[in-house]
């Protein structure tokens, strides 16, 4: 069903919901909600109530379990599914980007969209100005799912996508969590803008953005439990919401709590670090020339002898599927040459001998058979037993390998997790395929052709001679053809992981995929991307055409010839007919034999660039090495100094980050980074943790430059809790241990508490064995962050890093954590990145950022006395 014209009213009408994966814990339960058209309405509450699942219901992502979800009156199971998306628009807390340019991510709400519509949609989201002052503009590439980018800087590309979709329904679910100060108000004043004359869903923590809003719910346990204007729920005596903003008062407050010890953060510049890549900052300066050599590794070719090493602990099967594959090249030169026999028995002068050699030959055709299948048995099973565990051995070293480098080269396009993925499971898959299909037919065709031209020589030389000397030119013909598949091959296997990593990519953000009805983009996207492939199938294919053809036609006419100068030399009697027939099959088999092996050509080809690319990453030393020898030090305090420091990140080079910062945080004391978004904050957390090093200067711990410490080490003692918590799919149990791997339950349990996740985890059914879903989604955003503080927690680490800890929390947890987040803090070292300064007042000292140096520094109210930078941001916030 299309509606005629659809004006946004919105209604929950006595919903109740569980998902699919839990059926026996109810998110909503008689959920009663009712949004008039052009109205704001707005959802308060503890996470993990239920908000965002309203969302997702009205998006239709899942279907109500009871109830119903009606626009304009109309339930939207009705409606025609692709047109009720089409008139919402999405902004999430996770703000998915694909890793195409800026431009063609905001064109993903709008198609058809002109330069100016995108333009204007990025001013209105305070995005234009950042994104112009990038060497490529708005075609500038973000990156795998905008790594390239700084949290706040994806935020308002999300927010320009909607914008310009010029939705009649907007869902905001924490759309300006990622900002500054200076950012977020600009950007809410363009969303207040943008909610005109729309009707808007809006989810949020922080009260004070959804202050002006027409209706407040306050949603509990599944439940709407109170709704109003922020003005009747604040007089409301022993009202939910009036409790809520009291708490988000007393915790926000300068003046209220100056005791509280506050050492949380919000939305920073990089939200990817915990994943091994660090968010490069755009308000930098131009970077001078620095001539920084940088090691070129050099790989050898493929070698098959390096390859079949990687299988000596398999030793006795290779050795005895090589000895069955010889024993089963010999079958098929015996088998043509009890072929030729029978053929000339029927030449014998008597019936009786006749009878005699048919009954002699059919025995030896039944033993050849009951041979073959014992070898053919022993020849693949032993093989198949080598590639498995070769696969096996291949896929973990690589991940090993790969798991050691340094971040600057996963940003890179071609190490996309997608096309590693990719190369994981299809390299090892095709190495498996040459080793246990491939070596074993090489074996048996080597022995085949050895035995077949030896026999053939044993029965009539002269023709044998004729006949081996044709061989070499069918030969020739399949390595031509193998020579040239090899070269299209490696372009291909190049193209193919441009088109995987944008399905993990469509995959990975499916919900924007849907809710934006980008499915015809994304499949523009693949088709293209799959386009060079096809082109490569089809020259692939004229020159295996090609290849084949000119093999077959030599074939047949070394036949005619064989047959001609075996005639010759019958009437001449230097040899019987039954001496043709034997040796023509003899030496025919052979060429049957090098057919089949030729066949195997195109995988030859496959295989040889698998080699190469498995042997590529192995080989590849981390330009971030790991040395055995490097230093460890007796006691690490936790002393972190950065002395002029210069940093551009390897895949901007040209785009200074840090320039001449300087640092120093003394052992067992806090520090706080502000400054505005993409200034280069989360970059120093990056090169502290060594996820790159520096250009020029020094990041040294205790003294010591951090590139002469034992890496693995060095990071034992320092712990991060980013700003997009990394939840893998696993139990909960899993991901806290993460961060100790040898922790006991007690730990577990304990670290648990302390990051206020005990009791939502014991409510669980499964408790600490409930399983999170690939990235944590099983769980709300709040209580992925509380495991991802428990994990830090458990570590018991001597630096603390701390990149927006609690933004995701409600009002209740943040208080609480905060709290567990000061106990932990107290005798380590901490550096916090922050946006809201109201989370950082009780710090030690204060570091403002700008243009990658730091401007000031001091306490809190020396900053605010100062009257400088940092007192226009904090009169900006206030």
């Not at 998915?96 to 949609?121: R, Y």
């Not at 329904?169 to 108000?185: G, R, V």
């Not at 729920?233 to 926000?252: D, E, P, V, W």
């Not at 943790?689 to 200067?697: N, T």
Request: with cysteine.
């Amino acid at each position: 069903l299309v509606l005629d014209k659809i004006r946004g009213e919105i209604q929950f009408d006595r919903v109740s919901f569980t998902y699919p994966s839990r059926p026996d814990a109810a998110v909503l339960t008689d959920f009663n909600l009712r949004v008039d058209a052009g109205r704001t309405v707005a959802l308060v509450g503890a996470s993990g109530s239920g908000k965002s699942t309203a969302i997702a219901l009205l998006q239709r992502f899942y279907d109500v379990t009871g109830g119903a979800v009606k626009v304009d009156g109309v339930d939207i199971r009705t409606q025609n599914l692709k047109w009720m998306r089409g008139q919402m628009g999405l902004v999430s807390q996770e703000h998915a980007l694909f890793g195409t340019s800026i431009k063609e991510n905001i064109m993903f709400g709008k198609l058809d969209a002109s330069m100016n519509e995108v333009v204007a949609a990025a001013t209105a989201a305070n995005a234009h100005g950042f994104i112009r002052q990038l060497p490529e503009g708005y075609e500038t590439k973000v990156g795998e799912r905008g790594a390239l980018l700084s949290g706040g800087q994806k935020q308002r590309i999300a927010i320009a996508r909607a914008i310009i979709k010029n939705p009649v329904i907007l869902l905001l679910d924490e759309a300006t969590s990622a900002l500054d100060s200076e950012s977020e108000k600009v950007v809410q004043d363009a969303l207040d803008q943008a909610c005109m004359g729309r009707t808007t869903l809006v989810v949020a923590h922080k009260l004070s953005t959804i202050r002006n809003a027409d209706l407040i719910a306050v949603v509990s346990n599944g439940s709407v439990i109170e709704t109003g204007s922020h003005n009747d729920l604040i007089n409301t005596t022993n009202g939910h919401y009036a409790k809520l903003a009291k708490m988000q008062r007393q915790f926000s407050c300068d003046e209220q709590n100056p005791d509280t010890r506050v050492s949380s953060v919000t939305r920073s510049s990089a939200g990817r670090l915990s994943t091994g890549k660090s968010s490069p900052a755009f308000f930098a300066s131009p970077l001078p020339a620095i001539d920084s050599p940088k090691p070129v590794l050099s790989h050898p070719p493929p070698s098959f002898s390096r390859l079949l090493c990687l299988n000596l602990p398999e030793w006795k099967q290779a050795l005895m599927g090589s000895l069955s594959a010889v024993a089963f090249g010999g079958v098929q030169p015996f088998y043509a040459l009890t072929v030729g026999g029978m053929i000339s028995a029927f030449f014998a002068p008597s019936h009786e001998e006749v009878n005699a050699r048919i009954r002699t030959y059919s025995l030896i055709f039944c033993s050849l058979s009951l041979v073959s299948i014992i070898l053919n048995l022993v020849q693949h099973y032993n093989f198949a037993y080598m590639g498995e565990r070769l696969t096996k051995r291949i896929r973990l070293r690589m991940l090993e390998k790969i798991l050691t480098f340094e971040a600057a080269w996963f940003d890179e396009e071609q190490n996309s997790s997608g096309a590693l993925c990719s190369r994981l499971s299809n390299e090892a898959s095709i190495v498996k395929s040459l080793v246990a299909d491939r070596v074993s037919l090489l074996v048996q065709t080597t022995s085949a052709v050895t035995i077949a031209m030896i026999m053939g020589l044993v029965v009539a030389w002269k023709l044998a001679l004729v006949m081996i000397a044709v061989q070499p030119l069918t030969i020739l013909c399949f390595y031509t053809r193998k020579v040239l598949l090899s070269t299209i091959s490696t372009k291909f296997v190049k193209a193919q992981n441009q088109s995987t990593q944008i399905a993990v990519e469509a995959v990975y953000n499916h919900r924007i995929v849907t809710s934006f009805g980008s499915v015809g983009k994304v499949l523009e996207l693949f088709d293209q991307a799959q386009e060079e492939p096809r082109r490569e199938a089809r020259k692939k294919s004229w020159m295996a055409g090609f290849g084949m053809g000119s093999a077959q036609c030599l074939t047949f006419m070394s036949w005619a010839l064989d047959f001609w100068y075996g005639g010759t030399l019958v009437e001449k009697g230097e040899i019987s007919a039954g001496a043709v027939f034997k040796t023509f099959f003899i030496l025919v088999s052979t060429g049957k034999v090098i057919a089949e092996a030729g066949s195997m050509t195109s995988d030859l080809a496959k295989g040889s660039a698998a080699v190469a690319s498995v042997f590529k990453i192995l080989d590849r030393q981390s330009l971030i090495r790991n040395e055995s020898d490097g230093t460890k030090l007796e006691k690490i305090t936790g002393k972190i100094e950065m002395k002029r420091v210069d940093f551009a990140y390897p895949g901007r080079p040209e785009i200074l980050v840090l320039n001449q910062f300087s640092l120093e945080v003394k052992p067992s004391t806090s520090i706080g980074l502000v400054g505005k978004s993409g200034c280069g904050k989360s970059t120093v957390i990056g090169l502290i943790q060594r996820f790159y090093d520096v250009e020029k200067g020094s990041v040294k711990v205790d003294g010591v430059d951090i590139r002469v410490l034992d890496i693995q080490w060095y990071r034992r003692h320092t712990a991060l809790v980013s700003q997009e918590p990394v939840i893998y799919s696993g139990s909960i149990r899993d991901n806290i241990v993460f961060g100790k791997p040898d922790a006991s339950e007690n730990e577990v349990v304990e670290a648990a508490r302390a990051a206020n996740a005990h009791e939502f985890i014991s409510s669980l059914k499964e408790g600490y064995e409930t399983e999170c879903g690939e990235r944590g989604v099983q769980l709300s955003g709040g209580q992925k962050q509380r495991i991802a503080i428990a994990r830090a927690i458990i570590r018991n680490p001597t630096i603390l890093l701390l990149d927006e800890a609690t933004s995701a929390l409600d009002v209740q947890s943040e208080q609480v954590v905060q709290e567990a987040l000061d106990r932990i803090m107290v005798g380590r070292t901490t550096i916090v990145v922050a946006h809201r300064l109201n989370t950082i007042k009780n710090l030690d000292s204060i570091a403002f950022v700008a243009d990658g140096k730091v401007v000031e520094r001091g306490t809190y109210a020396q900053l605010k006395n100062k009257k400088g930078a940092f007192f226009n941001l904090a009169s900006l916030q206030n």
